[in-house]
């Protein structure tokens, strides 16, 4: 499958995608599938090919503005740097659930395309 993440706020900071199989350990620090980290080398939109077994997924996605290898929060723990889910969504008072995020992958050629919100 493929991972396509558009609207990238810099065409330089690293963006990285953490793979989640499990809806126990999303977005828990550590507990992801794996993860994948890429820079844009100059594009405001990157398209990154990942091999993901069949079943239930979601992906998280940040841009380390700052390059401290780290997502960074303000005093109410919201990330202050771009980050996005798949599905798009956009959560407003608190992080998303897996189920929200989920998408089955069945086979080859699938495309997830995501938006990074800054």
Same mark, same amino acid.
């Given at each position: 499958m493929t991972v396509k993440v558009s609207a990238l706020v810099s065409t330089s900071s690293t963006v990285k995608l953490y793979f989640y199989n499990t809806r126990a350990g999303f977005l828990k620090s550590?507990?992801?599938a794996f993860s994948k980290? %890429?820079?844009p080398e100059g594009k405001?939109?990157?398209?990154?090919?990942v091999?993901?077994?069949?079943?239930e997924w979601a992906v998280a996605i940040t841009q380390d503005m700052n390059n401290n290898d780290k997502v960074?929060?303000?005093f109410l723990c919201i990330p202050t740097e771009p980050y996005?889910?798949?599905n798009n969504i956009r959560p407003t %008072?608190?992080?998303?659930?897996f189920n929200e995020c989920k998408f089955r992958v069945d086979g080859p050629g699938q495309v997830v395309s995501i938006v990074l919100k800054d």
């Open positions: 550590g507990k992801w980290s %890429v820079k405001r939109e990157i398209t990154l090919p091999d993901l077994p069949k079943g960074d929060k303000n996005a889910f798949s %008072v608190a992080a998303p659930d």
